[in-house]
Protein backbone atom coordinates (compact mmCIF):
# COMPACT_ATOMS: atom_id res chain seq x y z
CA UNK A 1 0.00 0.00 0.00
CA UNK A 2 1.50 3.55 -0.97
CA UNK A 3 0.06 6.27 1.25
CA UNK A 4 1.12 9.93 0.53
CA UNK A 5 0.91 13.01 2.38
CA UNK A 6 0.89 16.67 1.14
CA UNK A 7 0.37 19.96 2.76
CA UNK A 8 -0.90 21.29 -0.52
CA UNK A 9 -0.78 25.23 0.85
CA UNK A 10 -4.24 26.08 -0.83
CA UNK A 11 -5.73 23.21 -3.19
CA UNK A 12 -7.34 25.33 -5.01
CA UNK A 13 -4.13 26.81 -6.14
CA UNK A 14 -2.44 23.48 -6.87
CA UNK A 15 -4.85 22.09 -8.38
CA UNK A 16 -4.43 25.28 -10.82
CA UNK A 17 -0.73 24.26 -11.50
CA UNK A 18 -1.48 21.03 -11.93
CA UNK A 19 0.55 19.65 -9.01
CA UNK A 20 -2.00 17.73 -7.91
CA UNK A 21 -3.04 15.75 -11.04
CA UNK A 22 1.01 15.18 -11.11
CA UNK A 23 1.49 13.50 -7.94
CA UNK A 24 -1.34 10.95 -8.67
CA UNK A 25 -0.37 10.30 -12.33
CA UNK A 26 3.31 9.60 -11.22
CA UNK A 27 2.78 8.05 -7.87
CA UNK A 28 -0.64 6.40 -8.21
CA UNK A 29 -1.37 6.16 -4.42
CA UNK A 30 -3.68 4.33 -2.38
CA UNK A 31 -4.24 6.69 0.03
CA UNK A 32 -3.80 10.72 -0.18
CA UNK A 33 -3.88 12.87 2.74
CA UNK A 34 -3.84 16.78 2.09
CA UNK A 35 -3.19 19.41 4.52
CA UNK A 36 -4.06 23.15 4.42
CA UNK A 37 -7.15 22.65 1.90
CA UNK A 38 -7.82 26.46 2.95
CA UNK A 39 -11.62 25.81 0.87
CA UNK A 40 -14.52 24.24 1.95
CA UNK A 41 -16.10 21.64 -0.20
CA UNK A 42 -18.82 23.74 -1.77
CA UNK A 43 -15.89 25.94 -2.96
CA UNK A 44 -13.93 22.83 -4.79
CA UNK A 45 -14.24 21.56 -8.33
CA UNK A 46 -15.69 18.08 -9.23
CA UNK A 47 -12.22 16.99 -10.22
CA UNK A 48 -11.25 17.38 -6.46
CA UNK A 49 -15.05 16.10 -5.20
CA UNK A 50 -15.34 13.24 -7.37
CA UNK A 51 -11.28 12.58 -8.19
CA UNK A 52 -11.11 9.67 -11.07
CA UNK A 53 -10.59 6.24 -9.35
CA UNK A 54 -10.76 7.41 -5.88
CA UNK A 55 -13.19 8.53 -3.25
CA UNK A 56 -12.58 12.18 -1.91
CA UNK A 57 -13.26 13.41 1.85
CA UNK A 58 -13.19 16.61 3.34
CA UNK A 59 -12.77 18.74 6.71
CA UNK A 60 -12.67 22.14 6.23
CA UNK A 61 -12.02 24.85 8.71
CA UNK A 62 -14.24 27.25 9.53
CA UNK A 63 -12.88 30.33 8.89
CA UNK A 64 -12.63 30.98 5.35
CA UNK A 65 -9.76 29.91 3.57
CA UNK A 66 -7.52 28.78 6.51
CA UNK A 67 -6.50 25.78 7.67
CA UNK A 68 -8.69 22.41 6.87
CA UNK A 69 -7.71 18.85 5.63
CA UNK A 70 -8.59 16.41 2.31
CA UNK A 71 -8.30 12.49 2.37
CA UNK A 72 -8.34 10.45 -1.35
CA UNK A 73 -8.78 7.02 -0.92
CA UNK A 74 -8.87 4.32 -3.72
CA UNK A 75 -12.12 2.71 -4.91
CA UNK A 76 -12.70 -0.59 -3.40
CA UNK A 77 -9.45 -0.18 -1.40
CA UNK A 78 -11.46 -1.56 1.69
CA UNK A 79 -14.90 -3.14 1.80
CA UNK A 80 -16.05 -0.63 4.22
CA UNK A 81 -14.54 2.45 5.98
CA UNK A 82 -15.71 4.80 8.72
CA UNK A 83 -14.60 8.46 8.14
CA UNK A 84 -13.41 10.35 11.10
CA UNK A 85 -13.52 13.78 11.51
CA UNK A 86 -11.85 15.26 14.58
CA UNK A 87 -10.99 13.87 17.70
CA UNK A 88 -13.29 12.66 21.22
CA UNK A 89 -13.86 15.47 23.46
CA UNK A 90 -11.92 18.41 20.98
CA UNK A 91 -13.74 20.94 19.08
CA UNK A 92 -12.16 20.59 16.05
CA UNK A 93 -13.04 24.12 14.18
CA UNK A 94 -10.05 24.56 12.19
CA UNK A 95 -10.66 20.65 10.22
CA UNK A 96 -7.07 19.46 11.76
CA UNK A 97 -7.96 15.44 12.38
CA UNK A 98 -9.21 13.53 9.11
CA UNK A 99 -8.84 9.78 9.08
CA UNK A 100 -10.61 6.71 8.73
CA UNK A 101 -11.10 2.98 9.85
CA UNK A 102 -11.31 -0.04 8.41
CA UNK A 103 -12.19 -2.60 10.81
CA UNK A 104 -8.60 -2.44 13.08
CA UNK A 105 -7.24 -0.58 11.18
CA UNK A 106 -6.91 3.32 11.36
CA UNK A 107 -5.03 5.98 9.73
CA UNK A 108 -4.70 9.83 10.07
CA UNK A 109 -3.65 12.79 8.11
CA UNK A 110 -3.23 15.69 10.29
CA UNK A 111 -2.32 19.19 10.01
CA UNK A 112 -1.43 19.99 13.28
CA UNK A 113 -1.33 23.71 15.06
CA UNK A 114 1.51 25.82 13.95
CA UNK A 115 1.26 27.70 17.10
CA UNK A 116 2.75 31.21 16.53
CA UNK A 117 0.14 33.37 16.30
CA UNK A 118 0.27 34.34 19.84
CA UNK A 119 0.55 33.09 23.23
CA UNK A 120 -2.72 31.63 23.32
CA UNK A 121 -2.35 29.74 19.90
CA UNK A 122 1.34 28.43 21.50
CA UNK A 123 -0.85 27.46 24.45
CA UNK A 124 -3.28 25.47 22.19
CA UNK A 125 -0.98 24.32 20.75
CA UNK A 126 0.74 22.06 23.24
CA UNK A 127 -2.39 20.71 24.25
CA UNK A 128 -3.56 20.11 20.86
CA UNK A 129 -0.05 17.72 21.11
CA UNK A 130 -0.85 15.77 24.10
CA UNK A 131 -4.53 15.67 23.27
CA UNK A 132 -3.74 13.97 19.97
CA UNK A 133 -1.58 11.59 21.69
CA UNK A 134 -4.00 10.20 23.94
CA UNK A 135 -6.44 9.49 21.29
CA UNK A 136 -4.14 7.64 19.30
CA UNK A 137 -2.92 5.78 22.35
CA UNK A 138 -6.44 5.33 23.81
CA UNK A 139 -7.15 2.87 19.87
CA UNK A 140 -3.50 1.23 20.41
CA UNK A 141 -4.84 0.02 23.85
CA UNK A 142 -8.48 -1.60 22.14
CA UNK A 143 -5.87 -3.18 19.98
CA UNK A 144 -6.12 -1.55 17.08
CA UNK A 145 -3.31 -1.08 14.44
CA UNK A 146 -2.81 3.13 14.27
CA UNK A 147 -0.57 5.04 12.09
CA UNK A 148 -0.65 8.46 11.17
CA UNK A 149 0.80 11.40 8.57
CA UNK A 150 0.73 14.72 7.87
CA UNK A 151 2.33 18.38 9.03
CA UNK A 152 3.36 18.25 12.51
CA UNK A 153 4.88 21.34 12.27
CA UNK A 154 7.66 20.83 14.62
CA UNK A 155 11.29 19.81 13.97
CA UNK A 156 12.44 17.69 15.99
CA UNK A 157 16.54 17.49 15.96
CA UNK A 158 19.02 19.75 14.40
CA UNK A 159 19.30 17.58 11.74
CA UNK A 160 15.63 18.39 10.85
CA UNK A 161 16.46 21.97 9.82
CA UNK A 162 19.23 23.67 8.08
CA UNK A 163 19.89 26.35 11.36
CA UNK A 164 19.02 24.84 14.54
CA UNK A 165 21.03 27.61 16.43
CA UNK A 166 19.37 30.39 15.01
CA UNK A 167 16.00 28.94 15.59
CA UNK A 168 16.35 27.33 19.28
CA UNK A 169 13.45 29.95 20.36
CA UNK A 170 11.51 30.01 17.56
CA UNK A 171 8.36 28.29 17.03
CA UNK A 172 8.37 24.83 15.36
CA UNK A 173 12.00 24.20 17.50
CA UNK A 174 11.27 25.05 21.06
CA UNK A 175 11.87 22.39 23.51
CA UNK A 176 8.53 22.01 24.49
CA UNK A 177 7.81 21.03 20.89
CA UNK A 178 10.31 18.51 20.72
CA UNK A 179 9.71 16.93 23.83
CA UNK A 180 6.23 15.96 22.76
CA UNK A 181 8.21 13.92 20.10
CA UNK A 182 10.48 12.82 22.74
CA UNK A 183 7.34 11.58 24.12
CA UNK A 184 5.44 9.76 21.78
CA UNK A 185 8.97 7.77 20.93
CA UNK A 186 9.22 6.62 24.29
CA UNK A 187 5.83 5.21 24.14
CA UNK A 188 6.76 3.15 21.15
CA UNK A 189 5.37 5.34 18.36
CA UNK A 190 8.04 5.19 14.87
CA UNK A 191 8.92 8.20 13.13
CA UNK A 192 9.47 6.31 10.53
CA UNK A 193 11.95 8.22 7.92
CA UNK A 194 14.28 9.40 11.30
CA UNK A 195 14.71 5.52 12.49
CA UNK A 196 14.82 4.01 8.88
CA UNK A 197 17.32 7.03 7.75
CA UNK A 198 19.24 8.20 10.91
CA UNK A 199 21.87 10.23 9.44
CA UNK A 200 19.97 11.55 6.08
CA UNK A 201 19.46 15.65 5.69
CA UNK A 202 16.28 15.93 3.73
CA UNK A 203 13.54 18.70 4.65
CA UNK A 204 10.23 18.81 3.73
CA UNK A 205 9.27 22.54 4.30
CA UNK A 206 11.13 25.60 2.69
CA UNK A 207 10.02 29.18 3.50
CA UNK A 208 9.02 30.64 0.02
CA UNK A 209 9.47 34.67 0.47
CA UNK A 210 13.48 33.67 0.84
CA UNK A 211 14.10 31.51 -2.10
CA UNK A 212 14.92 29.12 0.38
CA UNK A 213 14.02 25.98 -1.34
CA UNK A 214 16.27 26.85 -3.98
CA UNK A 215 19.68 27.02 -1.14
CA UNK A 216 17.72 24.03 0.64
CA UNK A 217 17.24 25.80 3.71
CA UNK A 218 14.61 24.06 5.27
CA UNK A 219 13.03 22.26 7.86
CA UNK A 220 11.82 18.33 7.82
CA UNK A 221 7.84 19.22 9.54
CA UNK A 222 6.02 16.45 7.52
CA UNK A 223 6.04 13.17 9.02
CA UNK A 224 4.55 9.19 9.14
CA UNK A 225 4.76 7.65 12.30
CA UNK A 226 3.55 4.47 12.80
CA UNK A 227 2.89 2.44 15.80
CA UNK A 228 5.65 0.17 16.85
CA UNK A 229 4.50 -2.92 15.87
CA UNK A 230 3.31 -1.88 12.36
CA UNK A 231 7.23 -0.58 11.64
CA UNK A 232 8.04 -4.09 10.41
CA UNK A 233 5.88 -3.83 7.52
CA UNK A 234 7.70 -0.89 6.49
CA UNK A 235 8.70 -1.22 2.51
CA UNK A 236 9.88 2.09 2.07
CA UNK A 237 9.36 6.08 2.68
CA UNK A 238 10.39 8.83 0.52
CA UNK A 239 10.59 12.87 0.45
CA UNK A 240 9.46 13.14 -3.27
CA UNK A 241 11.81 17.18 -2.59
CA UNK A 242 11.46 17.99 -6.49
CA UNK A 243 7.88 17.78 -6.84
CA UNK A 244 7.05 21.62 -6.87
CA UNK A 245 3.54 23.52 -6.40
CA UNK A 246 3.50 23.76 -2.49
CA UNK A 247 6.12 25.13 0.31
CA UNK A 248 6.09 21.86 1.10
CA UNK A 249 6.71 18.71 -0.53
CA UNK A 250 4.88 15.42 -0.58
CA UNK A 251 5.61 12.02 1.61
CA UNK A 252 5.60 8.83 0.61
CA UNK A 253 5.40 5.55 2.75
CA UNK A 254 4.92 2.10 0.99
CA UNK A 255 3.84 -0.25 3.94
CA UNK A 256 2.29 -3.90 3.55
CA UNK A 257 -1.22 -3.90 5.17
Known sequence: MKIISFNVNGIRAIEKKGAL??????????????????AKSEQLSDNLLNPQGYNAYYHSAEKPGYSGTGLFIRKNLFPDIEIMRGMPNWKDHEGRVLGFKAADLYIFG???????KSDEAWK?????????????RALRNK?????FTGDLNVAHNEIDLARPKENEKHVGFRPEERAWV?????DNWVDVFRTRYPTEVSYTWWQMQSRARERNIGWRI??????KPLYKDVIDMRHLNDHMGSDHCPIVLEIKI
Open 21 to 38: DDLIKKENPDILFLQEIK
Open 222 to 227: DYFVVD
Open 110 to 116: NYFPNGG
Open 143 to 147: KSRVL
Open 124 to 136: EKLIFYDHFHNYV
Open 182 to 186: DRLIK
